[in-house]
């Protein structure tokens, strides 16, 4: 069945460096988008980047812009985040998703939890 | 980039049917008819709802549905069950400075 799984999130201190992978399963990940997502503890979903089939566009929240950067190795099924100058605000569960017709997101992860905490 | 605006919270008793609003500006809800709903029960994974203002994907209950006026998307769900109780966001898409994607603050779906 259509699966992504994250992996890669921990506590890290303020100002340090994370990478959160995402594998995709049951579809032909290399014809569709992908967005990266975020939930801080008890509040609301927060878009953080997408990455085009092909890696032709690259689209930031400007909360993360210069400092987050989006990635993909379709030959390996794989989604990446690569999270630096990390601040306590970026504390939260971190979802992939599935890009359904470049303007939704219609598979999802269950999340990784990354904690940035001195 | 500034999210959507939901109402915090709704209710209703089961059998009744409720409606979540959400209001954006001419930049993206009024512009585009790329607005979503996702539904996340607690301590899971949101899941979508709806896609392209009122389109429903395959397995959702035709008890939900959407519409959009202006610059306010709103999702209906009709006859509530129980099962519905959950947070709701909603979400869409903009080109405004730069392409991204916005979601709503969320609403509290509380079944009486």
């Known amino acids: 069945q259509v699966q992504l799984v994250e992996s890669g999130g921990g506590v890290v201190q303020p100002g340090g460096s994370l990478r959160l992978s995402c594998a995709a399963s049951?579809?032909?990940?290399?014809?569709?988008?992908a967005h990266w997502v975020r939930q801080a503890p008890g509040k609301g979903l927060e878009w953080v980047a997408f990455i085009r089939y092909d890696e032709s566009d690259k689209y930031y929240a400007d909360s993360v812009k210069g400092r987050f950067i989006i990635s993909r190795d379709n030959s390996k099924n794989m989604l990446f985040l690569q999270m630096n100058s990390l601040r306590p605000e970026d504390t939260a569960v971190y979802y992939c998703?599935?890009?359904?017709?470049?303007?939704?997101?219609?598979?999802w992860g269950k999340g990784t939890t990354v904690t940035v905490s001195s | 980039q500034s999210a959507l605006t939901q109402p915090a919270s709704v209710s209703g008793s089961p059998g009744q049917s409720i409606t979540i609003s959400c209001t954006g500006t001419?930049?993206?809800?009024?512009?585009?008819?790329?607005v979503s709903w996702y539904q996340q029960h607690p301590g899971k994974a949101p899941k979508l709802m709806i896609y392209d203002v009122s389109k429903r994907p395959s397995g959702v209950s035709n008890r939900f549905s959407g519409s959009k006026s202006g610059n306010t998307a709103s999702l209906t769900i009709s006859g509530l069950q129980a099962e519905d109780e959950a947070d709701y966001y909603c979400n869409s898409y903009t080109t405004s400075s730069t392409p991204h994607w916005v979601f709503g603050g969320g609403t509290k779906l509380t079944v009486l």
């Open positions: 998703a599935k890009n359904l017709a470049y303007y939704y997101l219609d598979v």
């Open positions: 049951g579809f032909t990940f290399r014809n569709y988008g």
């Open positions: 001419s930049s993206d809800i009024g512009d585009y008819k790329f």
